[in-house]
C-alpha cells in the first residue's frame, strides 16, 4: 500500500515536531514518524526549555501532539521508517521496518537524533543518567553541594581544554573535583601542568578503572580501579562520543560534516541532496533540545518554501 503525502517528516523528537509546527500553518499535507526512540528516554525531567523545566519530557511530546491534532493535515504514524530513497521522478519513498506499507512524499525532513556510544566498562550503561552525567546543564543541580565529584577524561573531553571545560561546570554543584584519566600518563601530565600553572579545587587520578558501581544513595557512583582500591562520587560527567541514528542519511548519500553529522546549509537546513532537510542532533554541534526546536522551525519553514515556488515553476528564496 503506497500513501501520498507533500511532507515525510522522519523523527517525533523536539526537532520533527516543532518542524510540524510550522508546516501545519501553512496546511500542506505531512506524515510525521515516530519510533518511539528517544536519546534522552532514561531522563524523567527535562530542563532548559522556558515553561517547561524539570517536566517529563512525555509530556513535551504528548502536548506537541495535541496541538497539531486541531489542524487536520498532518498525521502522525508511531514506526520506524527502515528503507528511504529517491525515485527517479524525484519524489521520496519510505518504507517501513516490516517492507509492507510505502509513503510517497515532495520533500523528507530528517530528525532521526542520535545515540551516545556507552564506554565499554563494567558497571557504566547501570549508571548512565542515574549517575553518570552527560550534560551538567540538563543534570547535576539536583546534586548541589556534594564534596566532591568526577570527570572521566575519555572520548570526546578525553582532552585537556574540554575535560578542565567539564569540570568547572562540575565545581558549580561539588566543592571538588577528580579528573579521572584512565591510564592515559600523557593526558595526566598535560592536566597536572595546566593545573599547576592555573590551580583550581581539582586534582588528577591516572589510575586506571575497571569498573562502576551505582551507589543506592542520590547520585553516587563507586569507581572501582585495577590496583583493587576504590573511591565514591556524589556523581560523575562523561560526555561519550555519539552516532546517527539508524542509516536513512546513508542510504540517500547525504555529505557529512567532520563531526559526522548531517551537513545543512543555512537557513534552512537542506541537506546535500535537494528537496531533503535535516534537523536536529543529526544536523547540528549543539545536540540540546532547544537547538533542536530552532533547527525544526528552520526546517519546517524551508520545506514548505519550496514547494510552494515549485508548484508555480517560479524560483524559492534558496
Request: net charge neutral; proline share 4%; hydrophobic share 40%.
Amino acid at each position: 500500500m503506497t500513501l501520498e503525502y507533500e511532507i515525510i517528516i522522519i523523527g517525533g523528537g523536539p526537532a520533527g515536531l516543532s518542524a510540524a509546527s510550522s508546516i501545519v500553518r501553512q496546511g500542506h499535507k505531512t506524515i510525521l514518524f515516530d519510533s518511539g526512540v528517544y536519546r534522552n528516554s532514561p531522563s524523567k525531567h527535562l530542563h532548559a526549555v522556558p515553561g517547561w523545566d524539570y517536566r517529563d519530557p512525555e509530556d513535551f511530546r504528548g502536548a506537541a501532539r495535541k496541538d497539531l491534532a486541531r489542524y487536520g493535515t498532518v498525521e502522525v504514524e508511531n514506526l520506524e521508517i527502515q528503507r528511504l530513497r529517491q525515485r527517479d521522478d524525484g519524489l521520496f519513498e519510505a518504507t517501513s521496518s516490516d517492507g509492507e506499507r510505502t509513503w510517497v512524499g515532495q520533500k523528507v525532513i530528517l530528525a532521526t537524533g542520535v545515540e551516545d556510544v556507552l564506554l565499554d566498562i563494567p558497571g557504566y550503561a547501570e549508571c548512565w543518567v542515574s549517575g553518570i552525567f552527560h550534560c551538567l546543564y540538563c543534570h547535576g543541580w539536583e546534586e548541589k553541594g556534594v564534596a566532591s565529584a568526577g570527570i572521566l577524561a575519555e572520548g570526546d573531553i578525553g582532552r585537556t581544554v574540554p575535560a578542565l571545560h567539564f569540570a568547572r561546570q562540575a565545581l558549580r554543584m561539588s566543592a571538588h573535583v577528580t579528573l579521572y584519566t584512565n591510564g592515559n600518563e600523557t593526558l595526566t601530565k598535560n592536566l597536572t601542568d595546566a593545573l599547576a600553572i592555573a590551580p583550581a579545587p581539582m586534582k588528577v587520578d591516572s589510575r586506571k578503572i575497571i569498573g562502576f558501581t551505582k551507589a543506592p544513595e542520590r547520585s553516587r557512583v563507586i569507581v572501582r580501579f585495577e590496583d583493587g582500591t576504590s573511591t565514591t562520587e556524589g556523581f560523575l560527567a562523561h560526555k561519550p562520543r555519539t552516532r546517527l541514528r539508524g542509516t536513512l542519511a546513508q542510504q540517500l548519500g547525504l555529505e557529512m560534516t567532520v563531526m559526522k553529522t548531517i551537513k545543512v546549509s543555512q537557513p534552512f537546513n537542506q541537506t546535500s541532496l535537494a528537496g531533503v532537510f535535516a534537523a536536529g542532533d543529526c544536523a547540528a554541534p549543539m545536540q540540546t533540545i532547544t537547538a533542536a526546536l530552532h533547527s525544526g522551525t528552520c526546517t519546517g519553514g524551508g520545506a514548505p518554501l519550496q514547494i510552494q515556488a515549485e508548484t508555480f515553476k517560479q524560483r524559492a528564496i534558496f
